[in-house]
């Protein structure tokens, strides 16, 4: 595709229970970044790959949260035991040069409930 | 923590004319800017970037300009279109991090 691919768009699940979030970066871009933008509110960093290196994981709000990326394309963001407090909107960029000219998915709208 | 914001969270505009919208950052490490338009439901679309090195950057219908000594960028859009409507944020990227508070909503009416 043209752009970076999330899925699901929509996401309403009950509270207790683990969800998976998907990202399909730009063919080519090495950079993957995950972020969170809750309502109202700016862009919260969760976690960034890059190429073979170790994850900076730094972002993450919790020991609930976690992400991987399989074969340096496509990456999982997956949420366990979620709470209410992890609604937000969910989105994914990537890049070709790390921190440079990051280009966004449409996002997951996460609601839990 | 150190933050982007805007300066003013709503601008109406009248469709025509020219929109300049304000942001100040405060990380005067911050070398990389990148102006983003968020329609709703939609993910944040890349406008147009600078770096600390230049003071004014132009794009389609675009320009942004960048003042170091008190830290403050801008969007300058012409002749503001109803397409125009969105939810603009500026990005500042420290390392690879990139960071934008609640952004600007821009309004055009018709």
């Known amino acids: 595709g043209a752009g970076v691919s999330q899925s699901p768009s929509n996401k309403v699940t009950e509270k207790g229970k683990d969800v998976e979030l998907r990202c399909d970066p730009i063919?080519?871009?090495?950079?993957l970044y995950w972020y969170r933008q809750s309502l109202g509110q700016g862009l919260e960093f969760l976690i960034y790959?890059?190429?073979?290196?170790?994850?900076?994981k730094s972002g993450l709000p919790s020991d609930r949260f976690s992400a991987e990326r399989t074969g340096g394309s496509v990456s999982t963001l997956t949420i366990q035991r979620t709470q209410q407090e992890d609604s937000a909107v969910y989105l994914c960029?990537?890049?070709?040069?790390?921190?440079?000219?990051?280009?966004f998915g449409s996002g997951t709208q996460l609601s839990v409930l | 923590g150190e933050s982007v914001g805007l300066h003013l969270p709503t601008l109406s505009v009248q469709e025509g004319d020219n929109s300049i919208i304000n942001c100040a950052y405060s990380n005067s490490a911050s070398d990389y800017f990148i102006w983003y338009k968020q329609e709703s439901g939609k993910g944040p679309q890349f406008i147009i970037d600078?770096?600390?090195?230049?003071d004014k950057r132009q794009g389609q219908r675009v320009t942004v300009l960048l003042n170091k000594t008190v830290k403050h960028l801008s969007l300058q859009i012409a002749a503001t279109q109803p397409g125009d409507s969105a939810v603009y944020f500026c990005?500042?990227?420290?390392?690879?991090?990139?960071?934008f508070g609640a952004g600007t909503t821009v309004t055009v009416r018709a």
């Open positions: 790959f890059q190429g073979n290196s170790a994850p900076d």
């Open positions: 600078i770096r600390s090195n230049m």
């Open positions: 990005a500042e990227i420290t390392d690879y991090k990139l960071s």
């Open positions: 063919s080519g871009h090495t950079a």
């Open positions: 960029a990537s890049s070709v040069t790390p921190g440079e000219k990051l280009f």
